[in-house]
T-cell receptor, first 112, second 114 residues
Framework: DAKTTQPPSMDCAEGRAANLPCNHS???????VYWYRQIHSQGPQYIIH???NNETNEMASLIITEDRKSSTLILPHATLRDTAVYYCIVWANYNQGGKLIFGQGTELSVKP | EAQVTQNPRYLITVTGKKLTVTCSQN?????MSWYRQDPGLGLRQIYY???????DKGDVPEGYKVSRKEKRNFPLILESPSPNQTSLYFC?????????????FGSGTQLSVL
């Protein structure tokens, strides 16, 4: 199972874009990149996922490099409510295995 | 409402007293899993289940048991809890069909073993 590496913490000014990097250099061809966030001690919340194309939804954008070894989660206009721990994980589709490695995530602090 | 329900939300117990944390989902998901979260260590997977009667170990299975007799339920059992199992526990579920295999998490169970 591929592992991910993220910076332990980042700051972002309110209203600016937050760009959270993730390294997954051992990702295999059938593994998707997923992003989740956890606010305080609540259950993690799904944000976005992708395979190799860039993706965008109402919460964020996901940019995956062409070699798929890294990705960036973009929160276009960060608010104070986006302060959370963000986890990048890789997981295969269908019945390719159920083992998941979350890592320690990036603690994002959005400041006024 | 689609959800993953864990009970109890908080639990204080003593060393060696068997306990069960329940997890139930109403989305007919095949995949369910348990995680523990400790300060500085992120989320670590304890056990997972790909379907009824199919379970497997995650990264930190020692001291835990699970069972999957029904699709909707995936209880976590601590036969003889110890203080090092004091942690925040999360249950999650996911469908295993189609591309959108995102995880749905419960609200968590804060366990303290004295």
């Amino acid at each position: 199972d591929a592992k991910t590496t993220q910076p332990p913490s980042m700051d972002c000014a309110e209203g600016r874009a937050a760009n959270l990097p993730c390294n997954h250099s051992t990702i295999s061809g059938n593994e998707y990149v997923y992003w989740y966030r956890q606010i305080h001690s609540q259950g993690p919340q799904y944000i976005i996922h992708g395979l190799k194309n860039n993706e965008t939804n109402e919460m964020a954008s996901l940019i995956i490099t062409e070699d798929r070894k890294s990705s960036t989660l973009i929160l276009p206009h960060a608010t104070l409510r986006d302060t959370a721990v963000y986890y990048c994980i890789v997981w295969a589709n269908y019945n390719q295995g159920g083992k998941l490695i979350f890592g320690q995530g990036t603690e994002l602090s959005v400041k006024p | 409402e689609a959800q993953v329900t864990q009970n109890p939300r908080y639990l204080i117990t003593v060393t060696g007293k068997k306990l069960t944390v329940t997890c139930s989902q109403n989305m007919n998901h095949e995949y369910m899993s348990w995680y523990r979260q400790d300060p500085g260590l992120g989320l670590r997977q304890i056990y997972y289940s790909m379907n009824v009667e199919v379970t497997d170990k995650g990264d930190v299975p020692e001291g835990y048991k699970v069972s999957r007799k029904e699709k909707r339920n995936f209880p976590l059992i601590l036969e003889s809890p110890s203080p090092n199992q004091t942690s925040l526990y999360f249950c999650a579920s996911s469908p295993l069909q189609g591309v959108r295999e995102k995880l749905f998490f419960g609200s968590g169970t804060q366990l303290s073993v004295l």
